[in-house]
């Protein structure tokens, strides 16, 4: 028995892919090894082709389900054999655990015989050609302070929506729909090309129905008879708390409305963190650089810090040197999930006084000589290294 392939590769795509690219690179593998492709080829590569069919589907029925996809990156194809916790090799056989041709109908439509009603390998049953609309995508802009309270913002876009006037069926008011002449209600056609092999056949999805099968015996006036208009959509949506640049929203059924009678798609809201002017984000921890003056880090003092929620006082301990870095517990980012927050972590910059006039470099240097090494306990450390490195 052939070793089973990486399911990430049957789709060709890298483990952290999102639900989107996933579910683009099952329609694209599908389709491809989809039965229609090779109702005139041989045995073997009809047998080829149910094969790879099979292997596409079943690797989307794992790595569609977010529990199934956490079970499969941890213990791999050993998560699904039987006596695992797993389907129990409900995968054995084609179409197995009857997920295949229930995954594949709601994507490509259903009825018929086969899968996903296309007929199966040699099949001619009528086509219902049934797809959901195209997934839009919509970026929001907001900031860190936005991000980390949580905030509710109004978006508009234009979509193709379903026209109102013939409820997307593209018949005019009181009109019905009828057989499509073009292809027999089958929604495809068949397309034959001369190849120096022969006439090879093949299946077109059928440009006077677009797969439908039917056609309005009166256009509706509103849309044409496509069912689809163009429209503005202004919607409220709530962005919570927590949230990180390039995170996205998905909006079910806000997206685009199917041509062929499916559900709409989705709209998926990205959303992007401005950058800050005084914090840095890391996580559920923001970060900040408060510059000290000489004598505050050398007497210890209090300096005023910002955090997100307004200004507050932090002590510093005489002695401080620069580079040093304080926590300020419950000042960061709420868990996007979850009641817990981060902290603020604040690093302080001692600064060194510039522009001192005779007077002031006078008492500086009067304060330095009264100075012994114990005061630079950093400074005599190094010196003696150096000392026993070149020695």
Do not use: W
């Not at 950058?275 to 007497?299: N, Q, S, W």
Request: proline share 3%; net charge positive; hydrophobic share 30%.
């Amino acid at each position: 028995m052939a070793e089973k392939r990486d399911y990430y590769e049957v789709l060709g795509i890298s483990k952290g892919a999102s639900e989107d690219e996933i579910k683009k690179a099952y329609r694209k593998a599908a389709m491809k090894y989809h039965p229609d492709k090779f109702s005139n080829a041989s045995e073997k590569e009809k047998k080829e082709a149910e094969e790879k069919f099979k292997e596409v589907n079943e690797a989307y029925q794992v790595l569609s389900d977010s529990q199934k996809r956490a079970q499969y990156d941890q213990f791999g194809h050993a998560a699904f054999e039987q006596g695992a916790g797993g389907f129990g090799g409900g995968f054995n056989g084609f179409g197995g655990a009857g997920g295949f041709e229930d995954i594949f109908s709601s994507f490509f439509g259903g009825g018929g015989s086969g899968f996903g009603g296309f007929g199966g390998f040699g099949g001619s049953s009528r086509r219902s050609y049934v797809e959901p609309g195209r997934d839009l995508r919509y970026q929001v802009e907001i900031t860190l302070e936005e991000a980390a309270t949580g905030v509710e913002k109004t978006i508009k876009y234009k979509r193709n929506g379903k026209c109102g006037s013939c409820n997307g069926t593209g018949a005019e008011s009181g009109s019905s729909m009828k057989t499509c002449p073009k292809c027999k209600g089958k929604g495809y056609i068949e397309v034959t090309q001369r190849t120096i092999l022969g006439n090879m056949v093949s299946h077109a999805e059928c440009d006077e129905c677009h797969g439908k099968g039917q056609i309005p015996e009166k256009k509706c006036k509103t849309c044409g008879g496509t069912g689809i208009v163009k429209e503005t959509v202004e919607k409220k949506i709530k962005i919570p708390a927590g949230i990180e640049d390039g995170q996205k929203l998905r909006l079910d059924g806000m997206g685009e409305a199917s041509e062929t009678g499916g559900p709409n798609g989705d709209l998926y809201v990205v959303i992007r963190v401005k950058d800050h002017a005084i914090f840095e984000r890391r996580g559920m921890d923001i970060y900040c650089e408060v510059p000290i003056k000489f004598t505050t880090a050398a007497l210890g003092g209090e300096v005023e810090v910002p955090t997100l929620k307004g200004k507050k006082n932090m002590k510093i301990p005489a002695g401080t040197q620069t580079g040093k870095m304080f926590r300020m517990r419950g000042e960061g980012i709420q868990a996007l999930r979850g009641s817990m927050v981060g902290d603020e972590i604040v690093q302080v910059v001692v600064e060194t006084p510039i522009d001192l006039n005779e007077k002031q470099q006078e008492l500086l240097r009067a304060f330095e000589d009264s100075l012994k090494e114990k005061n630079y306990k950093k400074h005599k450390t190094f010196l003696d290294k150096v000392k026993a490195f070149f020695k």
